[in-house]
């Protein structure tokens, strides 16, 4: 791993000379200021919101409201947009600088969900690169001086990857980094990402690629960084599951002994920090807030002993009294293991 690729992109981020860095994936549902925060405690540098729509800001809904709430420890944030228009996203993007003041804006050109690309948005754009390329000139020169980054995944089907050919495009239209998810937009979530192609991407381009799909483990990460000129990691669905994955990748890249193992009262605690964050977040409403969290409860749950029944329990639990009582009942059965 040679020490040059790994630059600080711009002021407001963090000198990380010695290392690549460490990016939490955006993910719609999941990644709202609370988780954020809690894996930039755990070493994620760079932190994005889930994706938000241009007409949203352009409305300045509710909703959209709360997806650009921000701490300032989560600096450096960007606010992930998607949208077809780039006149709309142009302004879009003013509007939303003007409103939260984010340190970079994230285009989006990955997102397979069907109501995303019926409207052309997401990986649709992947598919007309006249498009994606004026989208891009557009919200560049909207954005002045903050920096625009995009996240593409590797193409649209398996006979037509072409994300050499969009990495060349974004970085041409003024785009400061890119993140590569490997797979492609049919392939949703099956499958495997393809990090040959992220590691053609690296090459191909000067600007700096941060490699994205699967990474699940620090040996996994190594590997990675190892195989490819990636500038950073990007990790998402196994952050949801164990968020101390970011420490751990960060200590096995330092060279140092394995971080602290995780155990299941650290595991239950996390849960619980989550929680009340969470619903100081939604303003003491415990209930609403804890529904929220089902989804969150199954993720942190996986793989867990007595897996299947505690995830029953959990989809019934409505305040933080009645999760505790399960964590209590759960840690007594299994005891205090490894997790
Ligand atoms: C629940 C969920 C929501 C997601 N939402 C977004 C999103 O809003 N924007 C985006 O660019 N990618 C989104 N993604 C894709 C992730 O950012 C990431 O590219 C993908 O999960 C692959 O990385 P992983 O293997 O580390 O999970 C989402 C993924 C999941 C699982």
Redesign the pocket.
């Known amino acids: 791993m040679s020490s040059a690729r790994w630059v600080r992109f711009w002021n407001t981020e963090p000198d990380m000379s010695s290392g690549p860095l460490l990016f939490l994936?955006?993910?719609?549902?999941?990644t709202n200021t609370v988780f954020r925060s809690l894996c930039k405690e755990l070493g994620a540098d760079v932190l994005t919101t889930?994706?938000v729509s241009a007409e949203g800001i352009l409305h300045r809904n509710e909703r959209t409201r709360r997806y650009l709430e921000f701490q300032p420890l989560e600096r450096p944030l960007g606010i992930?947009l998607f949208g077809a228009d780039p006149s709309r996203l142009a302004e879009a993007v003013k509007a939303v600088i003007d409103w939260v003041s984010p340190d970079f804006i994230d285009l989006?050109f990955?997102?397979p969900v069907n109501k995303v690309v019926s409207r052309n948005g997401g990986s649709a754009l992947l598919k007309d690169c006249p498009l994606l390329a004026s989208v891009a000139r557009e919200v560049v020169a909207a954005a002045g001086s903050l920096p625009v980054t995009a996240?593409i995944r590797i193409g649209w089907d398996s006979r037509s990857v072409n994300a050499l050919e969009t990495a060349r495009i974004l970085e041409g239209e003024g785009i400061s980094r890119l993140a590569v998810?490997g797979r492609t937009k049919e392939q949703g979530?099956t499958g495997e990402?393809d990090w040959r192609v992220i590691g053609a991407v690296a090459d191909a381009v000067k600007i700096p690629v941060i490699g994205?799909?699967?990474?699940d483990s620090a040996a996994v990460a190594l590997q990675r960084l190892r195989e490819t000129n990636v500038a950073g990691l990007m990790?998402?669905?196994?952050a949801m599951c164990h968020p101390w994955i970011f420490r751990e990748i960060r200590s096995a890249i330092d060279g140092g002994g394995a971080p602290e193992v995780v155990t299941l009262r650290m595991k239950w605690d996390f849960i619980f920090e989550h929680t009340r964050r969470e619903v100081e977040w939604w303003g003491g409403k415990e209930e609403l807030a804890i529904r929220s969290m089902r989804a969150r409860f199954m993720s942190y749950t996986r793989g867990l002993p007595g897996g299947a029944r505690l995830r029953e329990r959990l989809q019934q639990v409505t305040s933080e009294d009645s999760l505790r009582a399960i964590a209590e009942g759960h840690l007594l059965e299994y005891g205090d293991q490894p997790v």
């Open positions: 994936a955006p993910m719609a549902g999941v889930e994706f992930q989006n990955g997102c996240k998810h979530y990402a994205n799909g699967d990474i990790i998402g669905r196994a």
